[in-house]
């Protein structure tokens, strides 16, 4: 439940991007996101995760965010939500960099970006 939640959720937000910071979508999306994060990760470690003294800066952000965009001013809202984001998940990205660049030790997938890579196509 937790993982179609948080998906709905970045798929709400995509698509109130794209559809020009739709704020109804946004705040749907952020809804989704965070209910979903509590689903997986349980509420107590969510609390906890959000509320460390060192993430504190990026939690403000973060949920300061997405009430701006539950006000009805979703550029603004989004601009602090992706700065937020971006101070609470900054360990995690090396995580995430990593395994995108363990993808091409599949024994599949390495040959099919060798067969892309070496395509001398000019479309």
Known sequence: IG???VGFGLFFILF???LYFDSVLLAF???LFLSGLV???GFKRT??????WPKLKGTSFFFGGVIIVLMKWPLLGMLL???GFTILFRSFFPV???FLGSLVNIPLLS???QKVGDSSSMV
Do not use: D, H, P, R
């Open 16 to 18: 109130g991007v794209l």
């Open 3 to 5: 993982v179609g939640l």
């Open 96 to 98: 995430a960099f990593g």
């Open 29 to 31: 999306g952020n809804i």
């Open 47 to 52: 609390f906890t995760f959000f509320f460390q």
């Open 39 to 41: 689903f997986i990760i």
């Open 111 to 113: 040959k099919l970006l």
């Open 81 to 83: 939500e992706a700065y």
